[in-house]
C-alpha cells in the first residue's frame, strides 16, 4: 500500500515536473519571441551605427566618459576606437578648446540638448574641419547617455564661402550682368546694369530684355542673336540700347546659355561693357589723327606751291618794271599777279590749317580786340542780323598774333551769319575756363591749365553729328556750290592749334551753334609790340648777296630781282656749293639769303657755319613754311630775320635793305 502510495506520489511530482517544464518551455519560447525583436533592433541600430555618414559619439552622462564612437567620426577626426573609447570628451584633442568642452558638457547635463550650427574643429593631424553638432540625453538601460551628432559641413562651407565671392564678385563688378529665364526674361541684374541703364532691379526683374532695345539692330540682326544662343552657342557683338531716360549707349556683349544636369537650356547669361566713352574717344582720336595727318599733306603742298607762286609773281613783276611793256600786255600780267596772290592767301589758310602760318603773337587784351573788330564785323554780317557782345569780368590776357584774331571772328562770323535763314542773332562772349588732368584724360584733345574763353553763338540752322564731325576738314562745305571754299573752319582750326588752344562745338539741328575757343592765359604784364612797317622801294648799293635755294626757278628769279635792286648777287643750289661760293668773295659777302630747309643741310646749319668764318655776315631765311617753323623745325629762335614766299619784289626789297641796315 505504502509502495503504492509511493509510486502515485511520483508520477504526480514527475507529472507536476512536466508541467513546470512545460510551463517554463512555454514561457522560454514567450521570452524569445519577446527579446527578438529587440535583438533585431539592436542590430538595426548598430548597422545604422556603424553605417552612418555622420559621425555619431555616445558619451555616458554622468561622466562624459566616451562609450561609443562610429567608423564615419573615428574616420573623419583621425582616431582609432581606443583612443576614443573611455575617455573625457574634453581630454579628447579634437575637442579640448572648443564649445563642446568641460563647461558645455556640464551645461548638456543641465539642458539636455546642446547645438552648434558651425563648430570648427582639427582632426588629430591638424587638419581645421567644420562641423554641425547637435547633442541630447536619452535613457538606455535606466542609465543616460548622450548622444552627440556630428556633420562633416566642411565642404559646404568652402562651397557657400566659393558662392559668396562669386556673387560678391558679380555685385561688385564693373561688367554689366544679366540673367534671364530660357524665354528672355530678366531673373538677375547687378548694379553695374541699374548704373548703365538707369532702370533699378525692381523695374526689370520678370521683363524682358528686349526693354532697352531702340530700334538701331534690325530684327534679321536679333534674329541671329536668338539662333546663335538656343543652339547652345555663345553669342558676342555690339548692342546700341536705349537707356531709361532715352539716351542711348553702346555696349559690347557675350550671351551664353546655362545648361542644367540634363544638358537642357534653362537660363542665359549676359556680361556687357558700356563702350559709349571708349567709342567717342577713340573717334576723337581717329579725328584728331586725321586732321594732323590732312595738315601735314596741307603743309607741304603749300610750300612746294609756294615756291612755283614766288617764281609766277616774281617774273610777271620783272615784266611789270620794263619800260616797253605793252599797256594791254600790262593789264593781262596784272590779272596775272592778282590771281597768284589770290592763290598766296589760299595758301597760308592752307598752312595756318597746318599749324604753320608765320605770325607776329604779342600779349593782347581779348576784350580789346573783339571790341576792335566789332564795326567791321556789323557791316560784314549786315543789317537782319543782331551782333551782340557779351564780355565777361576775368581776366583775358592770351598771347595771340592779332591778325589772327580778326581771322578767327570774321570767319565765325560769318560762317553764323550764312547758318540764319533770315533775322536772327550772333552772340561774342568771353570767359574764364579751367581744366584739370582727370577732365582732359576723358575728353581728347583738351589740355589742363587755365584759359581765356571766347565763344561765337547764333540761332541759326545748327547741324547734325554728321556735319560736326567733317566741319574742320580743308576743302569741307555745307554751303552751296560757289558759295564757299571749305578753308575757313579749317583755317579758325589751324589758328586755335597754333596758338596752343583748342576749340569746341556743340550744334543741334534747328537750335543753332555754339563755338568755344579756349586760348591760354597769360598771367604776366608783357607789353604788346606790333611789328613796324616796312621800308618801301629801297635801293642796294651794290652790296654782295649770296642767295641759297634748292628750288632752280626760284634761284634764278631771286637772282633777278636782287640785281635790279641793285645788288652784286652769288647763287647756290645746295649748301655745300654756298660754302664755296662764300671761302671765294670772303671779303665782299654781306648777306646771306637762304632757305630753311634743303635736302643736304638746313638753313640754320649752313648760317652757323657761314657765322663762324665770316662773323659780320647778316643772314635772312626764306621759306614755303613760316616762322613757326624755323623755331621748331629749323631750330631757330624766334628773333631771326624771316621772309615767307611767296613774296613780292616790293617786299624782297624791304627785307634785304631792313636786315643789311640794322645794327650789328
Request: hydrophobic share 40%; aromatic share 8%.
Amino acid at each position: 500500500m505504502r509502495v503504492l502510495d509511493a509510486e502515485n506520489q511520483l508520477q504526480l511530482d514527475n507529472d507536476n515536473l512536466n508541467t513546470r517544464i512545460g510551463l517554463l518551455e512555454v514561457k522560454l519560447l514567450e521570452s524569445e519571441q519577446v527579446l527578438k525583436p529587440l535583438k533585431d533592433s539592436e542590430k538595426r541600430y548598430r548597422r545604422l551605427f556603424e553605417s552612418a555618414q555622420d559621425g555619431i559619439l555616445i558619451l555616458d552622462a554622468d561622466t562624459g566618459r566616451v562609450v561609443d564612437a562610429n567608423p564615419f567620426l573615428l574616420h573623419l577626426l583621425g582616431y582609432s576606437y581606443s583612443a576614443m573609447y573611455g575617455q573625457f570628451i574634453w581630454e579628447i584633442g579634437v575637442f579640448k578648446d572648443i564649445a563642446a568642452s568641460k563647461d558645455a558638457f556640464q551645461t548638456l547635463q543641465q539642458n539636455e540638448y546642446i547645438r552648434y550650427e558651425d563648430l570648427p574643429l582639427e582632426t588629430s593631424q591638424g587638419h581645421p574641419i567644420a562641423v554641425e553638432f547637435v547633442s541630447n540625453v536619452y535613457l538606455v538601460d535606466q542609465h543616460k547617455v548622450i548622444q552627440c551628432n556630428i556633420r562633416d559641413i566642411t565642404a559646404r562651407k568652402r562651397d557657400e564661402a566659393e558662392r559668396k565671392k562669386l556673387q560678391a564678385a558679380i555685385e561688385q563688378s564693373a561688367e554689366i550682368i544679366v540673367m534671364t529665364d530660357a524665354q528672355g526674361k530678366i531673373q538677375f541684374v547687378n548694379p553695374s546694369y541699374e548704373r548703365a541703364t538707369g532702370y533699378s532691379r525692381e523695374e526689370v526683374i520678370g521683363q524682358n530684355q528686349c526693354i532697352l532695345n531702340n530700334g538701331m539692330q534690325d530684327e534679321a540682326y536679333y534674329r541671329t542673336l536668338w539662333e546663335t544662343i538656343s543652339d547652345g552657342r555663345t553669342w558676342e557683338g555690339r548692342l546700341d540700347n536705349k537707356r531709361k531716360d532715352g539716351t542711348f549707349y553702346t555696349e559690347e556683349s557675350s550671351i551664353s546659355p546655362v545648361r542644367d544636369a540634363s544638358n537642357r537650356i534653362i537660363n542665359y547669361v549676359s556680361v556687357s561693357r558700356d563702350i559709349t566713352e571708349q567709342l567717342r574717344l577713340a573717334e576723337q582720336y581717329q579725328q584728331a589723327q586725321k586732321m594732323e595727318a590732312v595738315g601735314l599733306l596741307a603743309g607741304g603742298v603749300a610750300h612746294d606751291f609756294n615756291n612755283m607762286l614766288a617764281v609766277i609773281i616774281g617774273y610777271t613783276e620783272l615784266a611789270l618794271h620794263r619800260a616797253d611793256l605793252d599797256p594791254s600786255l600790262r593789264s593781262n600780267l596784272d590779272e596775272v599777279v592778282n590771281a597768284a596772290r589770290r592763290s598766296a592767301d589760299i595758301t597760308r589758310q592752307l598752312l595756318t590749317f597746318a599749324r604753320k602760318q608765320p605770325t607776329a603773337p604779342v600779349v593782347l587784351n581779348l576784350h580789346k580786340a573783339v571790341e576792335g573788330i566789332l564795326k567791321m564785323l556789323h557791316r560784314l554780317i549786315g543789317e537782319d542780323v543782331v551782333l551782340a557782345w557779351l564780355p565777361g569780368e576775368g581776366p583775358c590776357s592770351v598771347m595771340i598774333d592779332p591778325t589772327q584774331v580778326d581771322q578767327i571772328l570774321a570767319n565765325l562770323c560769318v560762317n553764323a551769319r550764312d547758318a540764319i535763314a533770315d533775322i536772327g542773332r550772333i552772340t561774342i562772349e568771353t570767359g574764364n575756363a579751367i581744366f584739370d588732368e582727370a577732365y582732359c584724360s576723358q575728353n581728347a584733345g583738351f589740355v589742363s591749365g587755365e584759359f581765356v574763353k571766347l565763344s561765337i553763338s547764333d540761332d541759326g540752322c545748327g547741324m547734325g553729328k554728321d556735319v560736326i564731325h567733317h566741319i574742320f576738314d580743308p576743302f569741307f562745305t555745307s554751303k552751296g556750290v560757289g558759295e564757299g571754299t571749305g578753308l575757313g573752319l579749317s583755317m579758325v582750326y589751324g589758328i586755335v592749334k597754333q596758338n596752343n588752344g583748342f576749340i569746341n562745338v556743340y550744334s543741334e539741328p534747328g537750335n543753332g551753334t555754339t563755338f568755344s575757343i579756349y586760348l591760354p592765359l597769360v598771367t604776366d604784364n608783357a607789353v604788346n609790340k606790333l611789328p613796324e612797317n616796312a621800308v618801301e622801294d629801297p635801293k642796294g648799293n651794290y652790296e654782295t648777296v649770296l642767295v641759297v635755294e634748292d628750288e632752280p626757278a626760284l634761284l634764278a628769279l631771286s637772282k633777278l630781282m636782287l640785281e635790279q635792286m641793285g645788288y652784286r648777287v652769288l647763287t647756290a643750289g645746295t649748301p655745300e656749293e654756298a660754302m664755296t661760293l662764300a671761302r671765294e668773295h670772303a671779303v665782299d659777302l654781306q648777306l646771306l639769303i637762304t632757305d630753311v630747309v634743303m635736302p643736304e643741310m638746313n638753313g640754320k646749319e649752313l648760317s652757323k657755319r657761314l657765322k663762324a668764318l665770316f662773323p659780320h655776315i647778316k643772314i635772312l631765311f626764306m621759306s614755303g613754311y613760316t616762322a613757326n617753323v624755323i623755331t621748331k623745325r629749323g631750330g631757330l629762335d624766334e628773333s631771326v630775320n624771316f621772309i615767307q614766299k611767296p613774296f613780292s619784289m616790293q617786299n624782297l626789297a624791304a627785307k634785304v635793305s631792313e636786315v643789311l641796315n640794322e645794327s650789328r
